[in-house]
């Protein structure tokens, strides 16, 4: 059975006078971001995006091929496309989990909780 404090995100971060990102610890994580420096965010064009929203809609998954020819599409790379459809995915299942929430159905909330256990325990079960 995992433990919580062993889990990567179990305490929360904060930043220490110089700017780095602490744990509860108070170990820097400064040394992460000089292995690799993040890409800036990608400012999708409106054609883009409706491309990918009516895309999704059709075909909540993509194979590798279809993901390529998108990316290619749209002028964007194979990750971008796939982040993009990662995202769209996650926003589907907040709202999904929001909706159970407000309507406090006990049988739906019940069967909430132990996927939401699950995907804790297993998070490679939200991969695709």
Known sequence: ?????????????????AGQ???ESGRSSSHSLSKKQRKARTAFTDHQLQTLEKSFERQKYLSVQ???ELAAKLSLSDTQVKT???NRSLVGILAYIRRIVLNNDEDSL???GVTLVALYIQPALLCY
């Open 21 to 23: 990102k602490e744990d």
């Open 84 to 86: 993009w459809y990662q």
């Open 66 to 68: 279809d993901r390529m």
């Open 1 to 17: 059975m995992h433990s919580i404090a062993h889990h990567p995100h179990a305490f929360p971060l904060s930043l220490n006078e």
């Open 110 to 112: 019940r069967q909430l």
